[in-house]
């Protein structure tokens, strides 16, 4: 009875660690990361349904350094494996960013309390899931690697695949209709039967069954309160003619240019870049005139950057960067020859 109740006290002194431990950084971000700058407010030429807070052009990055983080572990385990990269990096990397995107967002108002629950909500989780994989594959997963030696198994291949396609489908798609069910079905059927091989197997195939339940009750979640928008409204002005792009509809002419509605997330940065190239240059997005873009170079810092951090696995770097609605497209067109790389522009 007294061993029982020692590992009982263990087990909750563990528990209320690792929670303080989940908490600590959402406390850090709430008292030592607030702006000191005033907030100027825009009469915006939309009407307000078209709307959405400007704040949010800042509040989008954390979801999105999620993203850059499976890319970045997807380019480790290209040529690497697991260990080899940097989890703390990854999770300091998300608190950190969020400091810094916190303290510039009081130049664009108040963040609302909603949209800090989700972040704080998707930080805390990706926080526990990165350091739940750090501490197996930095133990049992380095041991694994260190009895296979230096040729890779096949599931080494197979899980650095399926880490790619998962980034690229975070690209547009939300991470819960990812289907893990399959990627834990595809590892155990191409699995050798090697000592490494059973071990992925096993190892990813429940980290992949675990993913598929939690998916599976957010996707509910989700579709009782309602997705998110997948359009927005934007004004615009240029040619004479407005060139015909797929998936954006023109909702009339006003006396500030053209209003149009477009789709959002990856594909709007793909075609305010095709705009920019066509000389169309932006007014107003979704009632707002700034907006954030990332860009990559090989220099740590970029002038004017709110926050820089290296990549893993690249050996460049990515800077966040604010700007005037109506410099956005000139700003695109200058990325060229300039040593930045446009990587996404952070709608709202």
Known sequence: MRFLLRWMRRLVLL???????????????????????????????????????ETRTLMTYPEWHIVHAYEDYAEVLRQGDPHDYGFWQGITGFWSSLCALSQSASAHGEVDAATKQMVYVIGTSFTAELALKAAYEETLGRLFTALRGPQRAPLDDLSAQQAAEYAQFLQQVPWYKWPFAENAHDLLSQSSGSLRDSERAIALGFENTVKDGYAGLIEQAVARVGADELTLRMIVTGPETLPTYPDVQVIGSRPEGIEIETPRYRVLTNLLVEMARDGVDLVEIAGNDDI???????????????FSAPRQGFGDYRHLIVVKVPQLAERLRQLEGSGLTLEHIHDY
């Open 15 to 53: 528990i209320v660690v690792g929670a303080i431990c989940l908490v600590a950084p959402i406390v850090y971000v709430e008292t030592s990361c607030k702006g000191t700058a005033q907030f100027q407010p825009y009469d915006a030429l939309l009407p307000p349904e078209h709307h959405r807070p």
């Open 292 to 306: 954030m873009f990332t860009a990559l170079s090989d220099q740590p810092t970029e002038e004017g950057a709110v």
